[in-house]
């Protein structure tokens, strides 16, 4: 079995660093007054320091469009869409996308930009911060190969931020079963929120479990 990992980001363990965008169109948060041109001068300044801190790829979220979606809104979603098409002339490494929480959005996204890769809540049910999540990921992943994006690698995050799975299972049964049932190319754990320290002990237990080529980490930093 091909190393995906090592053939897209040239590393065996990457270091894939989050160019967050500040809030956008539609969101409650967005600064009107200093509109795109102010999101698109944070995210290019961070972008440059990302990369010339030698970073091995990027994943460029809206973690800013706070509450968030289940669902993608189209406004929010056309900003981020203009805010990494933007950028991408100036990225030098590896990149993937992340429209929270909406797993059918970030890969239309992902197919849009020529993204390689996304992050999101792909499967199973959560009781959250912003209310129930459920998520579909038989529809997600069929959506996938309808729009043409075989090669896109999909990140599984199965202790995503701010929620709880809502069945009494362990964190070792939900590794083994979403690796059995989906083939995730990969698993993520998260801390609390953007920027928490992500718990080590539960990580260290994905990990052995885990069969997939690379149980990893992508840790928000704000």
């Known amino acids: ?39 698109m001068a944070a995210a290019k300044a ?18 800013f469009s706070l509450p968030y979606l289940t669902k993608g809104g189209a406004c929010h979603d056309c900003g981020h869409g203009k805010g990494v098409g933007e950028l991408k002339p100036l990225i030098t490494v590896p990149y993937g996308v992340n429209c929270l929480w909406d797993p059918i959005a970030s890969i239309d996204l992902a197919v849009a ?8 809540i792909i ?33 599984f995050n199965i202790v995503p931020e701010a929620a709880r799975y809502l069945a009494d299972r362990d964190i070792k049964d939900i ?10 190319d990969a698993l993520c754990v998260s801390g609390l929120t953007a920027g928490s320290e992500t718990d080590t002990q539960i990580l260290g237990q994905v990990k052995l479990l885990s069969n997939v080529l690379l149980s990893f980490v992508i840790p928000d930093v704000m």
């Open 113 to 120: 930009v020529d993204g390689k890769f996304i992050r999101e």
């Open 123 to 155: 499967s199973g049910v959560y009781a959250s911060d912003f209310g129930l999540w459920n998520t579909n990921v038989g529809k997600t992943v069929r959506h996938k190969m309808a729009v043409g994006a075989k090669d896109l690698k999909l990140l």
């Open 1 to 39: 079995m091909s190393n995906w990992m090592q053939d897209l980001f040239h590393v065996e363990k990457p270091i894939i660093a989050m160019c967050h965008l500040q809030p956008l169109p539609g969101d409650p948060y967005y600064d009107a007054d200093g509109g795109m041109e102010k999101v």
């Open 175 to 184: 590794a083994r079963s979403t690796e059995f049932n989906n083939r995730p």
């Open 46 to 63: 961070d972008l440059l320091a990302l990369q010339e801190g030698g970073v091995d790829a990027l994943c460029s979220p809206n973690e």
